[in-house]
């Protein structure tokens, strides 16, 4: 069992950019997919972005150009930098280590104030 840990959330204007990280309690090497879902009030979680363990990268159509995902699988950690942040990124953040699991984190709030 992993423990998934994330951080960085917060407040931010619109435009304004955020770095989420999220600390993996052990070894992710063997997880083949990361991925950071977002949950806004009264609606479904979706998926952000995702990363494979090589680096195939995969985003949501609402956030790609804005929003770049990446990990470390030696430092076990797993990135989400987001950039030009509009007030419809708004939502509880979690880190997921999919394929062939399903870990998820506590979630982070981002808020971003118009």
């Known amino acids: 069992q992993v423990q998934l840990v994330e951080s960085g959330g917060g407040l931010v204007q619109a435009g304004g950019s955020l770095t989420l990280s999220c600390a993996a309690s052990?070894?992710?090497?063997?997880?083949?997919?990361m991925g950071w879902y977002r949950q806004a009030p009264g609606k479904q979680r979706e998926l952000v972005a995702s990363i494979t363990r090589v680096g195939r990268t995969n985003y949501a159509d609402s956030v790609k150009g804005r929003v770049t995902i990446s990990r470390d699988n030696a430092k076990n950690t797993v990135s989400l930098q987001m950039t030009n942040l509009k007030p419809e990124d708004t939502a509880v953040y979690y880190c997921?280590?999919?394929?062939?699991?399903?870990?998820w984190g506590q979630g982070t709030q981002v808020t971003v104030s118009s």
């Open positions: 997921n280590g999919g394929w062939p699991y399903n870990y």
């Open positions: 052990g070894s992710i090497f063997s997880i083949n997919v």
